[in-house]
């Protein structure tokens, strides 16, 4: 059974002004995403920021968004690192706070082989009973899980349940696909690739869009899944404008940028990431204002 049908959106963490964790923002923001129907959370991923926070705020983060969220919607925790003992330890207490599932990037500077990788992930999937989403970003860590890796990985490791796919590379999430057939779910990893992956029976999107947009989102894969291709078609293209100054800098350093253009205050980012370029910042608030939504 999927983890989920449709969009996940991939949360930003919001801050106050000291670079602590703002759990009151966080509440709002879930109830937002909530209310705009969005069909399930990744915690502490790369748009939550976990790189920068300690393992401390890293769990607590996510036992907050369980509490508030009450199994209203499935919570994936992001619990992925470099250090197997590390990606072990935080997926066994996001598993003890309550988290439904888990999402493991691959080993980023150290990278790994093929070999290694399938070693890492069977460790980590071994050491706890959720759910396990692979998260595969070459771009951001150096190394490609090769379709017949990740397809090793959900045909025999009970609780490798999927992947998200970012690598952008269309032919390898083809491959996948032919290679688990039913076995596993394809996320797209890129919002401008959403109905591509659909159409290669792709699950849904765990997505950066959502956290401006979330019903957007979510009615952009159930209109594909229910069979409106043109119309779901006509909302990926609509909104690469948006995507793609979402994109302009690196994540999630425009996406909180938007938030806080918007209004909705989630703070700053903590180092090393700063904040947006002037000109970039420009095109956000252009793109978001021209997508229809309202900037202060």
Do not use: W
Not at 262 to 273: A, C, F, R, T
Request: aromatic share 6%; hydrophobic share 40%.
């Amino acid at each position: 059974m999927a983890i989920f049908k449709g969009a996940c959106t991939a949360l930003v963490t919001p801050m106050n002004d000291d670079f602590t964790v703002n759990y009151e923002k966080l509440d709002e923001l879930i109830e937002m995403q909530i209310a705009g129907g969005i069909d399930a959370l990744c915690i502490c991923g790369t748009t939550g920021e976990a790189s920068t926070l300690s393992h401390e705020e890293h769990i607590d983060v996510i036992a907050h968004a369980v509490k508030t969220t009450n199994k209203r919607v499935p919570i994936i925790a992001g619990a992925g690192s470099n250090s197997t003992d590390t990606a072990i330890y935080l997926s066994q207490e996001a598993e003890k706070v309550g988290a439904d599932a888990l999402l493991h990037v691959s080993p980023y500077y150290n990278k790994s082989t093929q070999k290694g990788l399938i070693k890492h992930f069977t460790a980590i999937a071994q050491s706890t009973s959720l759910p396990i989403l692979l998260y595969n970003i070459p771009g951001r860590t150096g190394v490609n899980i090769k379709p017949e890796t990740q397809a090793y990985l959900i045909k025999n490791v009970e609780n490798i349940v999927g992947v998200k796919e970012a690598s952008g590379n269309i032919s390898d999430i083809a491959e996948l696909k032919n290679m688990i057939g039913d076995a596993g779910d394809i996320y797209s990893g890129n919002d401008d690739q959403v109905v591509p992956v659909l159409s290669l029976g792709g699950s849904g999107v765990i997505s950066v869009l959502a956290d401006v947009a979330p019903k957007y989102m979510h009615d952009l894969v159930y209109k594909y899944l229910d069979g409106d291709v043109k119309g779901s078609l006509k909302m990926q293209l609509d909104a690469l404008d948006l995507i793609g100054a979402l994109f302009c800098e690196v994540n999630p350093i425009p996406v909180k940028t938007a938030m806080n253009l918007m209004g909705l205050n989630v703070g700053p980012l903590k180092l090393p990431l700063c904040e947006m370029d002037p000109a970039n910042e420009a095109r956000l608030k252009k793109a978001l204002i021209d997508f229809g939504i309202e900037c202060k």
